[in-house]
């Protein structure tokens, strides 16, 4: 009775199709996945795969850092040669 009074306060009486509600719910996932990853490093069998899993991901914040960086860079740069506005006269 409680969690579901609480569930209906949390989301709303319009379910899980408003914007906010999806981005609540995926934060509620990753946090859920991030924790069943802390639990399976209980088994010594896992415990390898969670550690190179967060290992990974880790590394990749400096790689998705850079690319970020690159993909704004070519974005500047189409918009300077205005490729795709149909505003500009040109070929593009």
Same mark, same amino acid.
């Given at each position: 009775?409680?969690?579901?009074?609480?569930?209906?306060?949390?989301?709303?009486?319009?379910?899980?199709?408003?914007?906010?509600?999806k981005i609540l719910m995926t934060i509620i996932l990753l946090m859920q996945i991030l924790k069943s990853f802390f639990y399976?490093?209980?088994?010594?069998? =896992?415990?390898?795969?969670?550690?190179?899993?967060?290992?990974?991901?880790?590394?990749?914040? +400096?790689? !998705?850092? &850079?690319?970020?960086?690159?993909? =704004?860079?070519?974005?500047?740069?189409?918009?300077?040669?205005?490729?795709?506005?149909?505003? +500009?006269? !040109?070929? &593009?």
């Amino acid at each position: 009775m409680l969690s579901q009074n609480f569930s209906t306060l949390l989301v709303g009486a319009d379910g899980p199709f408003l914007f906010r509600n999806k981005i609540l719910m995926t934060i509620i996932l990753l946090m859920q996945i991030l924790k069943s990853f802390f639990y399976l490093r209980i088994f010594q069998w =896992l415990s390898y795969i969670v550690t190179m899993i967060y290992t990974v991901v880790s590394d990749l914040k +400096v790689f !998705g850092l &850079f690319f970020t960086i690159l993909i =704004l860079l070519f974005s500047m740069v189409f918009a300077v040669l205005g490729a795709g506005n149909q505003n +500009v006269p !040109g070929e &593009f």
